[in-house]
Structures are given as structure tokens and as C-alpha cells.
């Protein structure tokens, strides 16, 4: 049967009490050599009963503690203190707490005289700059202030027992840095993936504006091929027809590329498709600076090519004293263009229009959702367009 008495088998070892100093090692036997005499403690011969106890006590413990007791508060640590105390270990026992703390006293007296009052003090990672190997070092201490007493029941003193925290402190801190860390590459791979994902996104959009762009170009193109060729009366006439509007397209393509590719400045686009007729300053522009979406900077580049060219064939461009007054207004996205052509004899209206006359009245209108009309006027033709500006190519078209 199990005893029930812990003391079963345990021999009693009586020893002396600087008999069980001794046997502490050599903390202990440092203890009873030193001359305690000459300290407020006196012989260590002449110790009270309650001293001697909780020194023995402390001396045979492995945790660290120290023991300031009587009037200077002299200073008793056992082996386990020692590290603690760094260089001045060899210097400190029998030593007043503020010599043997010189450096930290002041940070440390409150709660030693809390201790002093009674009161158990606790704390845990308290920070404190002390001296303690010879240069200032940064440590973090968890420990209890208790206080004792004598053998007539007034507190002499208090225990300290104390774990350095420095290192655990320091691998947190390390750690949190760690974490930090983590957390920021963590957040910076997810801003990156995001980022990839937008630009994938962008990519596909752009895979499909650029289909669309390229269907739009092959319709006008088509257009603009099939149409000459019928309205023609020869292969050379439709030859030159089909290379004359390909090459306005071509001018305006170009503009629209050096732009972006999505708008142009609708004086650059009058000033391209212009640029074969202004052989002599014979225009006169007029209007603010406005930007065109792609598919209205096209049309209204073909619509003043067939205008151009026809004013070279019969009106203001193919008499010497003929001029054309180009102008356009803006009110919010309501637009307007105006083609006048004046210094033209006897204007006479075709008997016969053709796809020219479709396209800058009827395809490029719908461009801008709007309408188109020529009017020959007495001294010369006269084109009008309104609608209105749309900052991008509506869908489909």
C-alpha cells in the first residue's frame, strides 16, 4: 500500500546553518566567508532565527532570488541571482540596495517601498537600462518584491524572486517583426495579384476593342471599296476612287494611331484629310479645340475627303477665286460642322449622287447620331452636320 506520508524513507540530515550554506556551492560558501561584521547585519554567528530561515531557504533554491534586509537594506542573492548581477556580483553582497542598483534605483524605488509598506508587488517585462557588464543595456525583468519580517513581526526587508525576461522579450519582438513582415509580403503578393488580375482584365478588354476596332476598319474599308466600284463608270475611275479614299482613310488611321488610337483633335483631323487640296491658302477655319472619338474622326475624315475632292472637280477648289469656310460649334455634346464653299459660278446640284454623297450624308451622320445635308447655294455648295459627341465608339458599330 502507498503511504500516504511524504516522509516515509526520507532521512533527517541535521546540519548547521552555515553547515547547509555550504552545501549550496559556491554562492553559499562565499556567504558564510564573507565578513558580515562589518555590515548592519553583524556576524553572520549572530543571525535571528526568522533571517537565518529565509536565508537557508533561499540559498537552496535554483530560482533566482535576493534578499535586502535590515536598515541599508544589505544586500543576499544566492547562485541563481548571480548572472543577473553580470560583473558586479563580485562586488555587491553585503552592499546597500542603492549601491549594489545604482543605475536602476531610481526606477525600482517606488515598488521597493511598496514592498516596504507591505504590499506584494508584481510586475512582468519591466523594461530597465542598467549597467550591469560594463555598458548600458536594454532589459525586461518579470519578478515579485515580497516583504519579510523579523522575528518580532516588523518587516525588515523583501524578497526579491525574479526571471530576466530579456531574451523572451526580444524573440517576441523578433517574432512580431517576423510577423510584420509576413504580413507585408503577404499583402504586397495579394496587391500583386490583384494588380495581375486588372491587367488581365485589361488585356481581355483590349483583345476585344481591338477585334472590334479591326471589324469596324474591315466594314469601312468593304464600304468604301464596293461602293466606289459600283458608282464608277471604268475600272481606271474606280481605281482611282477606291486609292484616293483609301489613302484619306489611311491619313486618318494614322492621325488616330498617333493619338492613341481612340480620339483625335478635330483640327488635325481637318488639317490630314485636307492636306492633298491645300496646294493655296484658299480655307478658313473656325471652331474650339474638341476631341472625336475614333469611329467620328474616320467618318468625318472620309465625309471631307468626297467634300474636298468634289470642290476640286467642280466648285470653290477648281475656280481661282474660290474659297471654303470650314466651321463647327459646341454646346455641351450637341456638335455642328458646317462645309461652305463660295466663289463657285452657277452651282449646279448633280443629277446623279453617289456613294460620296451616302457616306458624308447619311453614314457619317449616323456616326454622330445626328443628320447631314448639302445645299448648293448660289455661290456654292453648303454641308451641314449636327449631332452630337460621344467620348467613346458606342457598342456594335
Not at 492613341?260 to 491658302?281: E, K
Request: aromatic content about 8%; charged content about 20%; hydrophobic content about 40%.
Amino acid at each position: 500500500m502507498t503511504t500516504r506520508n511524504a516522509w516515509d524513507g526520507i532521512e533527517r540530515n541535521v546540519q548547521s546553518f552555515e553547515g547547509s550554506l555550504r552545501a549550496c556551492g559556491e554562492g553559499g560558501r562565499r556567504l558564510v566567508e564573507f565578513d558580515w561584521a562589518a555590515t548592519p547585519l553583524g556576524p553572520l554567528s549572530g543571525w535571528s532565527p526568522a533571517l537565518r530561515s529565509l536565508v537557508g531557504m533561499m540559498m537552496a533554491s535554483a530560482q533566482p532570488m535576493a534578499l535586502w534586509y535590515g536598515p541599508e537594506l544589505t544586500t543576499i542573492f544566492n547562485c541563481g541571482f548571480a548572472p543577473i548581477l553580470g560583473k558586479r556580483a563580485e562586488v555587491a553582497l553585503g552592499k546597500p540596495l542603492y549601491e549594489a542598483w545604482h543605475d536602476v534605483f531610481d526606477d525600482i524605488l517606488p515598488m521597493v517601498q511598496a514592498a516596504l509598506s507591505g504590499e506584494t508587488v508584481w510586475r512582468e517585462d519591466l523594461p530597465l537600462t542598467m549597467t550591469r557588464n560594463g555598458f548600458e543595456e536594454q532589459t525586461f525583468w518579470t519578478f515579485s518584491y515580497s516583504p519579510v519580517r523579523d522575528d518580532e513581526g516588523r518587516i525588515a526587508g523583501f524578497l526579491d524572486v525574479v526571471t530576466e525576461t530579456t531574451g523572451a522579450v526580444s524573440l517576441r519582438r523578433r517574432m512580431d517583426e517576423a510577423n510584420h513582415a509576413l504580413a507585408s509580403e503577404v499583402e504586397n503578393a495579394r496587391l500583386a495579384l490583384a494588380a495581375q488580375q486588372l491587367a488581365e482584365t485589361q488585356q481581355e478588354a483590349l483583345r476585344h476593342e481591338l477585334v472590334h476596332r479591326i471589324k469596324n476598319l474591315l466594314a469601312i474599308v468593304q464600304a468604301i471599296v464596293s461602293q466606289s466600284i459600283r458608282g464608277a463608270t471604268s475600272t481606271e475611275a474606280a481605281l482611282e476612287s477606291v486609292s484616293a479614299r483609301l489613302s484619306a482613310f489611311g491619313r486618318a488611321q494614322d492621325l488616330l494611331t498617333s493619338e492613341g488610337g481612340s480620339h483625335a483633335r478635330l483640327r488635325q483631323v481637318i488639317d490630314a484629310a485636307l492636306s492633298p487640296y491645300r496646294t493655296a491658302d484658299r480655307f478658313d477655319l473656325d471652331g474650339p479645340e474638341v476631341s472625336l472619338n475614333a469611329q467620328q474622326s474616320l467618318g468625318l475624315s472620309l465625309a471631307l475627303h468626297e467634300l474636298a475632292t468634289n470642290a476640286t472637280k467642280y466648285g470653290a477648289l477648281h475656280y481661282p477665286g474660290g474659297r471654303v469656310a470650314i466651321s463647327w460649334h459646341v454646346t455641351g455634346d450637341d456638335f455642328s460642322f458646317g462645309w461652305k464653299e463660295t466663289g463657285v459660278p452657277s452651282p449646279q446640284s448633280p443629277t446623279r449622287r453617289g456613294f460620296g454623297s451616302k457616306l458624308s450624308e447619311q453614314i457619317v451622320a449616323g456616326y454622330f447620331s445626328g443628320a447631314a445635308s448639302s445645299e448648293y447655294e448660289p455661290d456654292g455648295i453648303a454641308y451641314r452636320l449636327t449631332g452630337k459627341l460621344m467620348p467613346d465608339d458606342p457598342a456594335g458599330h
